[in-house]
């Protein structure tokens, strides 16, 4: 569905459902993940965009104490006071995300918000797709309730004030990535963030280029512990190299180089050795492929990708059968440039860089392989990178 209809029928609903016309209304994109993978959290770097689909939340202010949450695509209401605002851990537990939110916009104390709201939401990204459907959530909903209390944010405030609220509220331990992907797109350009210095810059694709998005059926969930584990395995590392280097200033993995990795990785598990060097490797690619985009260096970009999804496979565990098949299958398509997962992992989709010229192509060749293999279809996508969100 392309956005407008969405916009349409979110507007639509919020008349039939309160009447009249929502106050405010805000878009937010979900985003793709282009290289540096599970370096936010690392206080590394990262290449990504907001792409052209996400979540509208429509609201107004209610006149009491009450808020009502309409969530259209999954057809379902959520009603509750705003002195018993808490998270939703069974059932409808897609409104923590919206009340984390709300939450976070107080500072944690969301009855001096005054009053209640009432809203309706609804979005096209498909869900467990890799694709950032929550954080679109969040953001949309920060973006639509600050404007309806008059709550004034910069931008990287409101990303970490949404990210708290899938860490405490929702349950998933995820980086900044995601959020910050969400309101910092721009049209036709990627998003380079420094996680250390939350220091986030657009840098232009160039023409004649576009991703496509292969989402396998593979399950991806971030709030199981997959995640969570890899993550305590990278800060346990961060840890250890702190004691064994002597140059000081060592608090993240970002603060490791591959040389240092390999003289001392010996004094890890074999595990946390294989974890750590990820996060490592990827900002290394980072830092490269943005001096070859510099370059107009597209074929080169790509070869980072590829070996960004080896080192997923190979060092982070976080692939799958069905992500290595897309890898695979792409690598042996001379319009692809560059091919890895994109994201949490562990399922979700793989991240193409692609001439659009080619697109069906591509995507007949990698659907008739999956589907040799799997005996089902993945879904296949071309992504220009979008703007980011913003009231509508
Ligand atoms: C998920 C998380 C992000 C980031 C990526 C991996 O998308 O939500 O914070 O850690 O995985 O790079």
Not at 2 to 19: P, T, W
Not at 194 to 223: P, Q, T, W
Not at 297 to 312: N, Q, T
Request: charged share 20%; net charge negative.
């Amino acid at each position: 569905m392309l956005n407008q209809e969405v916009y349409d029928k979110v507007v639509a609903a919020f008349a039939a459902k309160f009447g009249g016309k929502p106050a405010k209304v805000a878009y937010a994109p979900g985003r793709i993940e282009v290289l540096g993978n599970h370096t936010d959290y690392n206080e590394g770097y990262v290449f990504s965009a907001a792409i052209d689909k996400g979540t509208f939340f429509a609201a107004s202010p209610a006149d009491d104490g009450k808020i009502t949450l309409v969530a259209l695509n999954m057809d379902e209401t959520y009603e509750v006071e705003l002195s018993a605002v808490a998270p939703v851990k069974s059932g409808m537990t897609w409104a923590s995300y919206v009340l984390g939110t709300f939450n976070w916009l107080f500072d944690g104390n969301p009855a001096a918000a005054g009053k209640g709201f009432k809203a309706v939401f609804g979005g096209n990204i498909p869900l467990g797709a890799g694709l950032s459907s929550s954080a679109s959530l969040d953001v949309a909903t920060a973006l639509a309730l600050g404007a309806v209390y008059g709550i004034e944010k910069d931008k990287t405030a409101l990303a970490k004030l949404c990210q708290k609220a899938e860490n405490t509220w929702a349950g998933c331990p995820c980086g900044l990535l995601d959020q910050a992907s969400s309101i910092y797109g721009k049209a036709g350009a990627l998003v380079k963030s420094d996680f250390r210095y939350c220091k986030f810059e657009n840098v232009s694709m160039g023409e004649g280029i576009a991703f496509m998005m292969v989402k396998s059926n593979a399950k991806h969930a971030l709030v199981d512990g997959a995640y969570a584990s890899r993550r305590q395995a990278c800060e346990d590392a961060a840890k250890y190299f702190a004691g064994v280097l002597k140059k000081g200033g060592v608090t993240h993995l970002r603060d490791v180089t591959m040389a240092e990795w390999v003289l001392y990785r010996g004094g890890l598990s074999e595990t946390t050795a294989k974890r750590a060097v990820h996060p490592i490797g990827e900002d290394e690619r980072v830092i490269q492929g943005a001096a070859l985009l510099e370059k107009g260096d597209l074929k080169g970009f790509g070869a980072l990708m590829y070996d960004s999804h080896e080192s997923s496979r190979n060092w982070f565990e976080n692939s799958c059968e069905e992500l290595d098949a897309i890898v695979d299958a792409a690598k042996a398509i001379p319009e692809v440039y560059g091919a890895r997962l994109s994201g949490g992992g562990f399922g979700g989709s793989c991240c193409l860089l692609v001439d659009p010229a080619a697109a069906d192509k591509i995507a007949a060749q990698i659907t008739k392989e999956y589907k040799a293999k799997f005996g089902d279809e993945p879904v296949c996508s071309v992504i220009q990178p979008s703007d980011g969100a913003h009231l509508v």
